[in-house]
Nanobody, 124 residues
């Protein structure tokens, strides 16, 4: 079992930055690929970014490419999402997810464990 706890969300003005963190329990964190997804009210959960177990492979949604950066620290069992140049359309609940597969994935169904989410609100 893996438990995931997100933090770092909040209210920020457009153009600002936030850094989300996802702390994972369990000794096998370093073998999991990790992902960030987001869900706005009334919408489906969408892929944002993913990183392989080693950190060597990273994927981004087109809408965040160049603005967001995913990274991980396996020694701290933590994955991060640095979000810069935030836009009002980035407003959503952001979820951290883990998959027992070591390769990063952009698909919701590939992920086995999910956090409770952290709210990000970007004002115009």
């Amino acid at each position: 079992q893996v438990q995931l706890v997100e933090s770092g969300g909040g209210l920020v003005q457009a153009g600002g930055s936030l850094r989300l963190s996802c702390a994972a329990s369990g000794r096998t964190f370093s073998s999991y690929a990790m992902g960030w997804f987001r869900q706005a009210p009334g919408k489906e959960r969408d892929f944002v970014a993913a990183i392989s177990w080693s950190g060597r492979t990273r994927y981004y949604a087109d809408s965040v490419k160049g603005r967001f950066t995913i990274s991980r620290d396996n020694a701290k069992n933590t994955v991060y999402l640095q979000m810069n140049s935030l836009k009002p359309e980035d407003t959503a609940n952001y979820y951290c997810a883990a998959t027992i597969k070591s390769d990063a994935s952009t698909e919701v169904y590939e992920y086995d464990y999910w956090g409770q989410g952290t709210q990000v609100t970007v004002s115009s």
